[in-house]
């Protein structure tokens, strides 16, 4: 389980789908990276990310990690989003995950992701919500 | 100065069980149940939405409908609920770093049972008219339990709705025409410490703690504004069951085209503190330029806020810039059996 330390430090990332443009190449990075992978630029500009955007690959998870047993099957999809950027989600709201294709339509939900046991620190993010 | 509403938004998760899958379960008549309480069906939350990402959600939503206010200007934020995600630390902090409010707000969590929401209203207002705050946000947001078998069980729903309250003449798309509050102490309702569920005093809730509470608040507010239940477009009255609105708004003179159109409990349940200010957001989905608007919620223990809107030509504007509140009501349900709901809600004790 995240540390609340870690955690905390993603915040901007994780709540507000805050990304780093390359300043130099317009490369778009989430998460932000330190060096640019396309020009090795090292100065970047905060951009919050669009929340729309379509499925690339969909998978659905039925040995899920410990936390999420009782989410199983877990429908889990690459998503690309309107500005290019690809980020791996978790997909809420699937009455039967199978149903899940390629190019489907989805949005991006503020969501409730894991949480630490019955008395520790509950964890949020976003996950893709077919429209 | 006059202040009021700059931008609303709601949220209904998409999950839905009927009636009589909980009826069926307990042994219960449904259809009695049905007609007595006029309930239908009920949302439920998925296993990851709470009161936190449920108020983020209706908080964007409200945010678009403001027509572009940057976040970091509004200097307060209240959440009522009685399902806050946790016993010690705030659910608003978490809303507030996701909507890109911090740090310099006041925030703050509200609980009073169903009116918590309203409170928050109440408050957001306030600040706004004091000076203190160019915007201020007021969201009411409940993911409310109900013991197995209880008659609770049959109502208790999840949603929220959130409202920004500010000043701007050409942001206002509803302006505050009146408050008023009604309160006394009135044992009809309450949850002690480490409960997992409330208890209630069954038709005492009625009477002494509903019917006079939101008698006296909406009855309260029209004579301070010096208006009629006619002179209203719509009346919107705290919804715990289907029955009780309609049956205190025929009292106080309303009709059912004034009602019909925030009466969303049938369909819904009762959202606790999201309950009245959701219902709000479905009439001003469909109200023109000038109309009036009465809210009127009650809290258990118990209390009863009241607000009377007056819409502005901006509300046309703004009403199908996102969700429209009936339409989260009405599409994209997922139904689910009382197995799946009893896992949802954490009434199953896992293995360790």
């Known amino acids: ?131 | 100065m006059s202040v009021g509403i700059v931008g609303y938004g709601s949220y209904i998760p998409r999950r839905r069980i009927k009636l009589e899958e909980i009826a069926k379960v307990w042994g219960a008549d449904a259809p009695s149940f049905k007609r007595g309480l006029q309930l239908h069906e009920k949302s439920v939350p998925g296993k990851d939405e709470d009161t936190i990402t449920m108020a983020v959600e209706a908080g964007r939503r409200a945010l678009i409908r403001s027509g572009g206010i940057d976040p970091a200007t509004i200097g307060a934020m209240y959440i009522g609920s009685e399902s806050h995600p946790y016993a010690v630390k705030p659910s608003g902090t978490v809303v507030a770093e996701a909507l890109g409010i911090t740090p310099q707000a006041h925030v703050g969590d509200l609980e009073f049972a169903c009116k918590a929401g309203t409170e928050s209203m109440y408050l957001a207002h306030s600040l706004v008219k004091a000076g203190e705050v160019r915007y201020a946000f007021g969201i009411g947001a409940d993911t409310s339990q109900g013991a197995p078998g209880n008659a609770l069980e049959y109502s208790t729903a999840a949603g929220a709705a959130a409202f920004i309250f500010g000043s701007d003449p050409e942001r206002m798309l509803a302006e505050v025409v009146e408050t008023y509050s009604w309160t006394t102490d009135t044992p009809d309702f309450w949850r002690r410490s480490y409960m997992h569920y409330p208890r209630h005093g069954s038709r005492y809730t009625g009477e002494p703690a509903y019917f006079r509470h939101v008698m006296n608040s909406a009855k309260g507010i029209l004579e301070k504004a010096g208006l009629k239940p006619e002179d209203l477009a719509f009346a919107v009255f705290h919804q715990p069951n289907g029955k009780f609105p309609l049956r205190v708004g025929k009292r106080l003179g309303f009709t059912m085209e004034q009602m019909e159109p925030g009466w969303l409990s049938p369909w819904l349940g009762n959202t606790y503190s999201g309950a009245s200010p959701i219902g709000t957001t479905a009439v001003f989905d469909v109200a023109r330029p000038g109309d009036l608007v009465l809210l009127t919620s009650f809290g258990s223990g118990a209390g009863s806020d009241s607000f009377i809107f007056r819409m502005t030509d901006r509300i046309t504007e703004v009403q199908n810039l996102a969700p429209l509140t009936r339409m989260q009501l009405d599409n994209n349900k997922i139904y689910i059996d009382y197995g799946t709901y009893a896992k949802l809600r954490g009434k199953i004790r896992m293995g360790e």
């Open chain 1, 1 to 131: 389980m995240e540390s609340p330390a870690r955690s905390w430090r993603e915040y901007p990332q994780r709540y507000r789908l805050e990304a780093a443009k390359c300043t130099k190449c317009g490369k778009v990075l989430y998460p932000p990276r330190v060096v640019c992978p396309a020009c090795h630029g090292r100065e970047f500009e905060t951009v919050t990310l669009p929340r729309d955007g379509h499925v690339v690959a969909p998978t659905v998870v039925r040995v899920p990690p410990t936390g999420f047993e009782e989410e199983t099957p877990l429908p889990i999809a690459v998503v690309e989003l309107s500005n290019g950027v690809r980020l791996m989600v978790q997909v809420a709201d699937m009455a039967d995950p199978m149903e899940l294709k390629i190019g489907d339509p989805v949005h991006l939900e503020f969501r409730k992701i894991q949480q630490d046991g019955e008395a520790g620190l509950l964890f949020y993010g976003h996950k893709a919500v077919r429209d």
